[in-house]
Nanobody, 125 residues
Framework: QVQVVESGGGLVQAGGSLRLSCAAS????????LAWFRQAPGKEREFVAA????????LYADSVKGRFTMSRDNAKNTVYLQMNSLKPEDTAVYYC??????????????????WGQGTQVTVSS
């Protein structure tokens, strides 16, 4: 099992960029798929991006395709979410989540066992 901690959130103007990091502790980090979800005030938590434990394959929500890129560095036990061309509607608390051991990445929050505390991203217009 891994534990995850997010960082890198902040306030940015529309059109700007931020990079979120998710540092994981625990053994065998490379055997876990990870994902980013976000939740805006008054809205349900929604899928943003996920990365496979095997081979680095990625999934993205349609709303962020072409603007966000998720990557992982297994040597540093860290995944990243590079967010470019940010829009006010990207404002939310962003959560990192880890799936079970060698469970493949998916888009449903029910597929993820471990969650971080979240990091706030605010995009001003």
């Amino acid at each position: 099992q891994v534990q995850v901690v997010e960082s890198g959130g902040g306030l940015v103007q529309a059109g700007g960029s931020l990079r979120l990091s998710c540092a994981a502790s625990g053994r065998s980090f490379s055997n876990y798929a990870l994902a980013w979800f976000r939740q805006a005030p008054g809205k349900e938590r929604e899928f943003v991006a996920a990365i496979s434990w095997s081979g680095g394959g990625t999934l993205y929500a349609d709303s962020v395709k072409g603007r966000f890129t998720m990557s992982r560095d297994n040597a540093k036990n860290t995944v990243y979410l590079q967010m470019n061309s940010l829009k006010p509607e990207d404002t939310a608390v962003y959560y990192c989540a880890a799936a079970g051991f060698r469970v493949e990445h998916g888009t449903s929050f029910t597929e993820y066992d471990t969650w971080g505390q979240g990091t706030q991203v605010t995009v001003s217009s």
